[in-house]
């Protein structure tokens, strides 16, 4: 067993009408407007919704086939402000979110897809302090995800470059103050779970029956066990071990995501559409 190592002015009232409400400044005081700085991530979006994500440098520059954007043009500008390259191609500046990040971060293994990691914090009924266990990390998106609801994670990966990379994403995101809620494992979750009174037990891995019975010693009496799945084949062999091994409440969820598309009167679905990734299935164990 392997660990490894995370180091890696107040306005006025107007003469005119009514001043700022009580509400109003709490928000103000909460959320600051905070510009571009560097080091910072940020999210670069043109005008045919082609986005780009870029870390910001003194002296950085971005290239694409429409020229050059200076890092130092977005530097101290505001959130949400518009830039242009020399030869006007204009970007939108933004902080990106996690579903951002997601799509776009460096990856190693395939990851989970936003539409299916907020299913699954809700499934799995993610909080602060919750004790999370983790099998394989991947690249990393579900690890932020749950880090992000506060919970304190112990994954379980067998490639080492997968979990320098899962490492790698959640600190450049999160920051490196998540560290000391998240710890990665070199280990095989097939062979035991070391780990006691778990809260949570979250899968991503092509035999996840196989850590059932491991998990069902892990987890707490009321635990959760989430595993996600591409196969329905993978689905109908967990299903059976965790009916063997005392679970219930067993649930199988399948997430389709359809957008729309309304402009004016034009309003219909999308033509596209992200169907079908994986099957997302739920227990509790049993005293």
Not at 28 to 37: G, K, L, Q, S
Not at 212 to 218: D, N
């Amino acid at each position: 067993m392997t660990a490894v190592d995370p180091t890696a002015g107040e306005i006025g009232p107007d003469e005119a009408g009514p001043g700022p409400t009580a509400a109003s400044e709490a928000v103000t005081d909460a959320t600051p407007a905070r510009p571009f700085e560097v080091g910072e991530l940020v999210l670069l979006i043109d005008h045919k919704k082609r986005r780009y994500l870029v870390t910001l440098s003194e002296g950085g520059k971005f290239e694409s086939h429409t020229g050059v954007l200076p890092h130092d043009a977005i530097i101290g500008r505001a959130e949400g402000s518009e830039v242009s390259t020399p030869r006007a191609q204009r970007f939108r500046a933004f902080r990106p979110t996690l579903s951002d990040y997601v799509l776009s971060m460096p990856r190693g293994a395939q990851v989970i897809y936003p539409k299916d990691l907020g299913p699954i914090l809700m499934l799995a009924d993610i909080g602060p302090g919750m004790r999370v266990l983790e099998s394989g990390v991947g690249s990393g998106a579900l690890s932020m995800a749950m880090l992000r609801c506060g919970a304190q994670i112990t994954g379980y990966e067998l490639r080492p470059d997968f979990a320098a990379r899962a490492l790698k994403n959640v600190t450049t995101f999160l920051g490196a103050e998540v560290a000391d809620r998240y710890t990665i494992e070199l280990r095989d979750c097939y062979e035991g779970i070391d780990e006691r009174h778990m809260d949570r037990v979250v899968l991503d891995l092509p035999e996840p029956w196989q850590v059932v019975p491991h998990a069902r010693h892990a987890l707490r009496p009321g635990g959760i066990l989430v595993s996600y799945s591409p196969s329905i084949l993978q689905v109908t062999q967990t299903v059976d071990a965790l009916h063997a091994a005392g679970f219930d409440e067993l649930s199988t969820t399948e997430v389709l995501n359809r957008t729309w598309h309304i402009e004016g009167a034009a309003v219909r679905p999308d033509h596209r559409m992200v169907a079908h990734t994986g099957f997302l299935t739920r227990a509790r164990l049993l005293a």
